[in-house]
């Protein structure tokens, strides 16, 4: 092992590239991280170090990328600087992602995002893949507009979780009822969350949703928190 290697220091740069959004060294964002190592030279060098994939994914990414879902949902960065965290975070994963394939980094499980029918909106959706994605969670998303038949399709090839729902309109957003029901009643074990600007808990309640949240943070802090120890 390189002598001068400092494993902790090394864990706080990497999770800091993550919050500021700093990709590389000849990134030119941001600013003030000019000519600064990023995710990749940093993640690069701890694997080089033998430093375990899981370890460089818990100690250091994960916490950059809580960082970054907290401060969103405190309204202290805005949706620009959660797209840059996020480019950050896949530059990072994208050299782990030979070690998640080998089985060596086990990802926390399988969430299924999707825009209800009828639904042609997909910035929140998206928020929430990158945030959830950014903490170890493997989205499958089925993108805008999709029927109940196909979010069901979608549970029955792949060992789901949760499923998350978004709607961006108060028509829409009134499709959730019967796409929630169809769920339930075929998998009435799997959690379904509902979020999106016209949405409330009162609303989520009469769906019988498991969980309202208006910000992914709340998701996240959700399936971290049910799924601990699966």
């Given at each position: 092992?390189?002598?001068?290697?400092?494993?902790?220091?090394?864990?706080?740069?990497?999770?800091?590239?993550?919050?500021?959004?700093?990709?590389?060294?000849?990134?030119?964002?941001?600013?003030?991280?000019?000519?600064?190592?990023?995710?990749?030279?940093?993640?690069?060098?701890?694997?080089?170090?033998?430093?375990?994939?899981?370890?460089?994914?818990?100690?250091?990414?994960?916490?950059?990328?809580?960082?970054?879902?907290?401060?969103?949902?405190?309204?202290?960065?805005?949706?620009?600087?959660?797209?840059?965290?996020?480019?950050?975070?896949?530059?990072?994963?994208?050299?782990?992602?030979?070690?998640?394939?080998?089985?060596?980094?086990?990802?926390?499980?399988?969430?299924?995002l999707a825009t209800v029918k009828g639904d042609l909106h997909n910035i929140g959706k998206n928020l929430v893949k990158m945030v959830l994605e950014g903490?170890?969670?493997?989205?499958?998303?089925?993108?805008?507009?999709?029927?109940?038949?196909?979010?069901?399709?979608?549970?029955?090839?792949?060992?789901?979780?949760?499923?998350?729902?978004?709607?961006?309109?108060?028509?829409?957003?009134?499709?959730?009822?019967?796409?929630?029901?169809?769920?339930?009643?075929?998998?009435?074990?799997?959690p379904v969350a509902v979020g999106g600007a016209p949405l409330n808990k009162k609303f989520a309640d009469e769906i019988n949703a498991d969980l309202y949240?208006?910000?992914?943070?709340?998701?996240?802090?959700?399936?971290?928190?049910?799924f601990a120890l699966n």
């Open positions: 092992m390189n002598s001068s290697f400092d494993e902790t220091e090394l864990f706080t740069q990497l999770a800091f590239c993550i919050e500021r959004g700093k990709v590389n060294s000849s990134s030119k964002f941001p600013a003030d991280l000019i000519g600064q190592p990023g995710v990749e030279e940093i993640t690069s060098q701890l694997l080089q170090n033998n430093i375990p994939p899981k370890k460089i994914l818990e100690d250091a990414l994960l916490i950059g990328m809580n960082r970054v879902g907290e401060k969103f949902r405190d309204g202290k960065i805005f949706i620009p600087d959660v797209l840059i965290s996020a480019k950050a975070m896949n530059a990072a994963m994208e050299i782990l992602r030979p070690y998640i394939v080998k089985g060596d980094l086990k990802l926390k499980g399988k969430v299924i903490n170890g969670w493997e989205v499958i998303d089925l993108g805008i507009d999709v029927s109940s038949e196909k979010i069901l399709n979608a549970i029955n090839v792949n060992k789901i979780k949760a499923v998350g729902l978004s709607a961006l309109l108060t028509t829409t957003m009134l499709n959730m009822k019967d796409i929630v029901s169809d769920i339930k009643k075929m998998f009435p074990d799997i949240s208006p910000d992914p943070q709340g998701f996240l802090d959700y399936l971290n928190s049910h």
